[in-house]
């Protein structure tokens, strides 16, 4: 399990690739913050991501709650299926941010 941060002009993008979990939270949490704090668009991407607890939700809410500060779109890819796309829709997190099944939907 690990993460990647890519960046360009307009976007940065947080890639997930593993379980999005305590332990994971506790190694990306600066890098997250950093990438939730930027000004340009961010992209989480959770397409990799197999499963997700509530310390992946937390990570998630937290970069929500900077951006509605920023006033900068989000949004997150989380393919067609999965638990974590279940448990974002379980805690209504759907309704707050835009997801996309792919990373060229989010893109566009």
Request: aromatic share 4%.
């Amino acid at each position: 399990m690990h993460y990647k941060i890519d960046q360009t002009e307009t976007h940065i993008r947080v890639t997930v690739d593993g379980d999005l979990d305590a332990a994971m939270v506790q190694d990306m949490r600066a890098s997250a913050d950093d990438a939730a704090n930027d000004r340009r668009n961010l992209i989480i991407d959770l397409s990799r991501v197999e499963f997700m607890d509530s310390a992946g939700v937390g990570l998630i809410v937290r970069a929500y709650k900077v951006r509605q500060s920023t006033k900068v779109p989000m949004a997150i890819v989380v393919g067609s299926a999965g638990q974590p796309r279940e448990i974002l829709r379980t805690t209504q997190i759907d309704r707050l941010i835009p997801f996309h099944a792919s990373l060229e939907d989010a893109l566009a």
